[in-house]
């Protein structure tokens, strides 16, 4: 809970100033400020949830007075220290997005999000977040405060623009001029009356290429998403069976969908990550779809322990691995291979993962 009030007075300029150095010695890659009024992010955020946008994530239909309020979330909140945290891992090559875009047409290989491939950046960024209120607190002493990352009503991207972090982007991602997409987003809310950052240009101009590129289609318009269509939704959030003219788009890629991020320019500006917790684990760069749905549950909790990928679970695991299996059956009907590994599930308890493995054979035409 925060306090009421600041006790002391303090020259908030300097301590603002202290407060991005110490971000950046805490590994961040860019610190800055925001107000908390998110009075014009409001009505965007009503005629999307509206739409039905969301799809099932409904908890974006709760606590949307919190959501767009900071001070009615944490009462006591003036202002808002925002934070990202570059993830590319440190083994990531010159050429990663080419790299990343090829593998897209290795159809019996497994795609993961970026994001996703090392240790799970809610931990990671939450952790840090404390570790800056702590020292800030070691300067000034008691305050209020509480930090975010992805786990609460927060409008970010709203704050992180807000603050000059960077601009919201036609995929309605932030892009920073400097570091493009590839970073995390993360938040302290505090009663301290810190002096705010501005907002950057947007640079974006005339470029639509992550509209063009989406598989689905789901950016129906330049800084309007359609959730229910993206595939991150859909191998992530979305909890039952996967709709059918989805199914054939997803390719074979198991979970989340970087393709905006891929093409978008200024992601040759992206940064590798200052600190060892995304670095790839379990080869997630590069398995085959047989060998990830050949895991055992056991061996999924284990090997996910400490990763993001563990919150879709095993179920949702094997049926966005079919799915990708599918898809590479319909390029290569004969892979004999992968009909085996599916045939090996086809008891599987669940009836979402065998309605999945059945749609999966069914594209081999067997």
Known sequence: ????????????????????????????????????????????????LNSGFNGEMKYFN????????????????????????????????????????????????????LYARGRDYH???????????????????????????DSAPVM?????????????????????KDSGSMFFLGEIYTNLPLPKDYPVNSHCGECKACIDICPTKAIIAPYKLDARRCISYLTIELKGSIPIEFRSLIGNRILGCDDCQLVCPWNKFAKKS??????????????ALSNLFLWEESEFNYK?????I????????????????????????????????LNSRLNYPSKVVREHILWAKSQSGN
Not at 275 to 287: A, V
Not at 304 to 308: K, L, Q, R, T, V
Not at 320 to 331: D, P, Q, S, T, Y
Request: aromatic share 10%; with cysteine; glycine share 6%.
């Open 274 to 287: 200052k600190i060892k917790d995304f670095d790839i684990k379990n080869d997630l760069d590069n398995s």
């Open 62 to 113: 709760l606590h949307e007075d919190k959501r767009t309020k900071p001070n009615k979330l944490v009462p006591g909140t003036v202002s808002v220290i925002t934070a990202r945290l570059d993830y590319l891992p440190n083994e990531t090559s010159k050429n990663w997005r080419e790299i990343e875009l090829k593998k897209l047409s290795k159809s019996d290989t497994a795609v993961i999000s």
């Open 310 to 341: 563990k919150r879709v679970g095993y179920e949702g695991w094997l049926r966005n691995i079919a799915v990708a299996i599918g898809n590479a059956l319909k390029k290569n009907k004969n892979n004999f291979l992968l009909l085996n590994v």
């Open 304 to 308: 996910m322990s400490g990763s993001s």
């Open 156 to 176: 970010e991207v709203e704050l992180a623009v807000k603050s000059g972090l960077g601009w919201r982007g036609k995929h309605t991602l932030l892009l920073n």
């Open 1 to 48: 809970m925060l306090y009421t009030k600041v006790m002391k007075q303090f020259d908030y300029f300097s301590l603002a100033a202290s407060i991005k150095e110490w971000g950046i010695s805490l590994g961040f890659s860019e610190i800055n400020i925001s107000d908390i009024n998110l009075s014009s992010a409001e009505i965007n955020l009503q005629d999307w």
């Open 123 to 149: 931990k990671v960024f939450r952790k840090r977040l404390e570790k800056l209120a702590k020292r800030i607190m070691k300067e000034i002493g008691p305050f209020g405060y509480r930090v975010f990352c």
